[in-house]
T-cell receptor
Framework: NAGVTQTPKFQVLKTGQSMTLQCAQD?????MYWYRQDPGMGLRLIYY???????DKGEVPNGYNVSRLNKREFSLRLESAAPSQTSVYFC?????????????????FGPGTRLTVL | AQSVTQLGSHVSVSEGALVLLRCNYS??????LFWYVQYPNQGLQLLLK??????LVKGINGFEAEFKKSETSFHLTKPSAHMSDAAEYFC?????????????FGKGTLLTVNP
């Protein structure tokens, strides 16, 4: 049981380049999330997918797109990277609302992707 | 507006001393509360969560937190700090309402433990 996995672990891009961050979970979770972490800012939600087939914007969606490929996988795409997108990106997942534990169920986090945009 | 505040971006304690990390939230309805820990260059790991079964919640590694509705607080404590507790700690709040269970994170508190 690997939990939440993310690839790549590190990435350096030049301004204007594009890339996709991959995330997969093997816990049969319905909901998945993408966050960015910047010093002194905590974690901020970029996009989330409450269930397979749905995606919604979070707090800081500009410059990003997402795809919920299937129940396991949720990718984050930067179409034209900017230096302001230099950050550590975390993917998370959790059980569906309404299931056992309901709102008390925590989110499980991946190890992160450290992205630098030059 | 609903918000989460962690007082003190950096807390420094001596090994063996009491650890107190503060978290306050702003909401008219009690939310769902979590504390996460992040060790250097790692992801976030759940430390403990409030489930309404008891106001004093015990977590991993000897940490505990007390939910105080009247103070809208969920402070994290540990009686005796250990060097291995050095990490960044995040209070996270899931505000009531909605079906997507989004978390709002505080800005984090970096805990340093001095020998």
């Amino acid at each position: 049981n690997a939990g939440v996995t993310q690839t790549p672990k590190f990435q350096v891009l030049k301004t204007g380049q594009s890339m996709t961050l991959q995330c997969a979970q093997d816990m049969n979770h319905n909901s998945m999330y993408w966050y960015r972490q910047d010093p002194g800012m905590g974690l901020r939600l970029i996009y989330y997918s409450a269930s397979e087939g749905t995606t919604d914007k979070g707090e800081v969606p500009n410059g990003y797109n997402v795809s919920r490929l299937n129940k396991r996988e949720f990718s984050l795409r930067l179409e034209s990277a900017a230096p302001s997108q230099t950050s550590v990106y975390f993917c998370a997942s959790r059980t569906a609302p309404g299931l056992a534990g309901g709102p008390y169920n925590e989110q499980f986090f991946g190890p992160g992707t450290r992205l630098t945009v030059l | 507006a609903q918000s989460v505040t962690q007082l003190g971006s950096h807390v420094s304690v001596s090994e063996g001393a009491l650890v107190l990390l503060r978290c306050n939230y702003s909401s008219s309805v009690p939310p769902y509360l979590f504390w996460y820990v992040q060790y250097p260059n790692q992801g976030l790991q759940l430390l403990l969560k409030y489930t309404s079964a008891a106001t004093l919640v015990k977590g991993i590694n000897g940490f505990e937190a007390e939910f105080k509705k009247s103070e809208t607080s969920f402070h994290l404590t540990k009686p005796s700090a250990h060097m291995s507790d050095a990490a960044e700690y995040f209070c996270a709040v899931q505000f009531s309402g909605g079906s997507n269970y989004k978390l709002t994170f505080g800005k984090g508190t970096l805990l340093t433990v001095n020998p």
